[in-house]
């Protein structure tokens, strides 16, 4: 594993970039989550990625561009709805669906007809997918860098601790270092490739902001209200983003409730095994305002606003688990459309 810091290294860009173009891996920070690219244009750099995740390779990954000229190349249409909300939200948190160029990224699009674009604003990304695309690779596949179903990496320090130990035979995977991603969570994904598009998954950008952009109504599908015409895509499974611990959504007065309950057992509980009590956090926006702690329960505070709670909310998902809690009890978010994607990732994640 080899850590790459742009801050400090005037050449990280440009080695990250080679390591692409001759077919590696460089994990590589984007405003959303850290992602684990490769060539798009090459079935074997592609299957690296797969092998590296532990995905299965049916699974369709989102093509990074640096610009929407670049992003033609992978298309065979780029219906209008796509071209008005790319032109308003890119570089940004937005992927969308299209219909793919047949003869390009096959394997990064899991052998579907369609493919998801991105145009990230992270600067590194930026630059690397300029640095690319002055090598003639115009397109960087990258899912999450994390192991398939684990949760998404938001700092450099979580790519390392998702591939540090990479598998035998697996390949290393350099990492470039951009800070803390600002958004926090996946990009928000609109398939423009059918006559209505449907919003795939909720990020910083609400379904209102892509109906204002789109003209249009925008479906929403839902892993409890899936759109029956959609086509098969792994990676919107239900179950998704997990930490090790089990984690339940509970609204407030129930998390108060559950509390109430639970006291008393912990404490028995650890009386009669002091050496392994067991270890539940609470993960809350309202509570800790308002209840002393409890003897024995990790506290978290959620934060108050949606942007804050996006960008900290696998953070401190990671944090937990590394404390090695058992469960995790969260307060549900606000209804609210600010929180669409938090509740999105909060329900995959106790799913
Ligand atoms: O913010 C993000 O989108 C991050 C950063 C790295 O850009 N990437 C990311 O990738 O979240 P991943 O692979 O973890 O999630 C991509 C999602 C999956 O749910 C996949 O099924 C869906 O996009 N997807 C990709 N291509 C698709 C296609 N052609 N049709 C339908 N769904 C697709
Ligand atoms: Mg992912």
């Excluded at 173009?21 to 405003?31: I, K, M, N, Q, S």
């Excluded at 690397?128 to 684990?150: H, I, K, Q, T, W």
């Excluded at 450099?156 to 470039?176: I, K, M, R, S, Y």
């Excluded at 339940?248 to 998390?255: E, F, G, I, K, V």
Aim: proline share 9%.
């Amino acid at each position: 594993m080899r850590l790459l810091d742009p801050a400090t290294q005037p050449d990280a860009i440009e080695q990250a970039a080679r390591r692409i173009v001759a077919g590696g891996l460089v994990a590589l920070p984007t405003e959303t989550v850290y992602g684990l690219g490769a060539r798009a244009d090459d079935a074997e750099a592609v299957a690296r990625i797969f092998a590296a995740k532990g995905r299965p390779s049916d699974h369709p990954l989102i093509v990074h561009v640096p610009n929407g000229a670049a992003a033609l190349h992978f298309v065979s249409a780029f219906p209008p709805v796509a071209q008005r909300l790319c032109a308003a939200f890119w570089p940004g948190p937005l992927t969308v669906i299209v219909p793919r160029d047949p003869d390009t990224a096959t394997a990064a699009a899991g052998g579907q007809d369609t493919i998801g674009l991105r145009c990230p604003s992270h600067p590194v990304a930026r630059q690397l997918l300029e640095a690319c695309a002055n090598l003639d690779v115009l397109g960087v596949a990258a899912p999450s860098a994390n192991r398939f179903g684990r949760i998404s990496p938001t700092q450099a320090v979580h790519v390392v601790d998702e591939f540090q130990d990479a598998g035998e035979g697996l390949d290393e995977v350099w990492v470039l270092d951009g800070g803390a991603c600002e958004v926090g969570i996946e990009s928000t994904i609109v398939d423009c490739s059918r006559e209505q598009p449907v919003l795939l998954r909720p990020g910083r950008l609400t379904l209102a902001e892509i109906e204002a952009v789109a003209g249009q109504p925008v479906l929403w599908s839902t892993p409890e209200a899936p759109d029956p015409a959609a086509p098969k895509a792994p990676g919107t499974l239900a179950s998704h983003y997990a930490p090790r611990a089990r984690l339940r959504l509970m609204a407030d007065t129930q998390l108060d409730a559950a509390l109430d309950v639970l006291e008393p057992e912990l404490l028995a509980a650890a009386l009669r095994e002091p050496s392994h009590p067991p270890k539940v956090a609470v993960y809350s926006r309202s509570l800790w305002a308002r209840r002393a702690p409890s003897k024995g329960v990790v506290h978290r505070s959620m934060p108050g606003d949606a942007a804050t709670a996006a960008h900290d909310l696998f953070a401190d998902l990671r944090e937990l688990d590394a404390l090695g809690v058992d469960l995790i009890w969260v307060e549900t978010p606000p209804d609210d459309a600010a929180w669409d994607g938090v509740r999105d990732r909060l329900r995959r994640a106790a799913a």
